[in-house]
């Protein structure tokens, strides 16, 4: 799928909320994507960094986009796990999400999510698993 496939993915198949997070598509190659979170103080808690539920789910679409890359169009799925560590706090920048699919069986899909801060740090990882419907 091209960049733009998987951008116009994000505008229809996703719920209101996850629109607002603003994630945008920057690379997509055989089996991962690529998105840019936007850093917004909406998205921040009261200590001033980035919540950790704004992480998981954009791991969590970032991960939708990539199996759908590689089934080539979207297809029904949905998640059976999200394991997701948080290394650093974000309180300023663009985060950059990459997926990518690790194994794809007919059934099952495996993948993982790497989240860096604008200095290229890791600021969480995440491990994911998925039943294809």
């Known amino acids: 799928m091209?960049?733009?496939e998987l951008q116009q993915c994000l505008t229809t198949l996703f719920a209101p909320w996850i629109r607002e997070l603003k994630l945008e598509v920057s690379h997509a190659?055989?089996?991962?994507?690529?998105?840019t979170l936007p850093f917004s103080e909406h998205l921040t808690h009261v200590a001033g960094v980035v919540c950790g539920q704004v992480y998981m789910a954009a791991a969590d679409t970032a991960m939708?986009?990539?199996l759908s890359n590689v089934l080539g169009e979207f297809k029904p799925m949905t998640t059976i796990s999200l394991n997701t560590n948080f290394i650093r706090p974000v309180s300023a920048g663009d985060v950059r999400v990459v997926a990518t699919v690790l194994r794809r069986?007919?059934?099952i899909a495996f993948g993982e999510i790497?989240?860096?801060d604008s200095d290229d740090n890791i600021v969480a990882h995440a491990s994911t698993t998925y039943a294809l419907l």
């Open 105 to 107: 069986g007919r059934s």
């Open 114 to 116: 790497f989240l860096y």
């Open 64 to 66: 939708v986009l990539a």
């Open 2 to 4: 091209t960049t733009a």
């Open 29 to 35: 190659d055989n089996d991962s994507v690529t998105l």
